[in-house]
């Protein structure tokens, strides 16, 4: 579910192109997104994704039954291509038509941003993330009815 649709109720083609890239990640990992990463500093599949791919280590969650005979950089190309769906900013996302066009050629891809959802548990922050020190404090009232 893209972050637009799950916070604010909004809903757009880029929530499709979301969607798509959690599951072009699925795929070529194995994995599902809401999983547990215990040797992540992030919360889920898709952060821990962006952890590997800015370490240059993407290839190390790419699932094993794919078969060793596929091209690397053809593997991490669509890898690229879904951390570009995933992006937190829907502005920042291709349209669908870009991404079929980058599944089809060889043109060169711009570098990934930050994706949604991405939660760093070590506490330190992400460089390419928002400004330090900002938040909010949120609570929820849970009311119970109970019948007479």
């Not at 291709?94 to 599944?103: F, G, T």
């Not at 939660?119 to 992400?126: A, E, T």
Request: hydrophobic letters at 35%; a negative charge.
């Amino acid at each position: 579910m893209s972050p637009e649709y799950a916070m604010q109720g909004h809903f757009s083609i880029k929530s499709d192109v979301y969607s798509f890239g959690v599951l072009l990640i699925e795929i070529l990992t194995g994995r599902r997104n809401n999983g547990h990463y215990p040797d992540s500093p992030t919360s889920n599949l898709i952060g821990h994704v962006w952890e590997l791919w800015k370490n240059d280590k993407a290839m190390e969650i790419v699932d094993s039954s794919l078969g060793g005979g596929l091209p690397s950089a053809e593997v991490l190309r669509c890898l690229q291509i879904g951390l570009l769906c995933v992006q937190e900013s829907a502005t920042d996302r291709p349209k669908m038509s870009a991404v079929v066009a980058m599944l089809g050629n060889d043109a060169s891809l711009p570098s990934p941003k930050q994706p949604a959802f991405f939660i760093n548990r070590s506490g330190q922050g992400d460089e390419t993330g928002s400004s330090q020190g900002t938040g909010s404090i949120n609570t929820v009232t849970l009311t119970m009815p109970h019948a007479r």
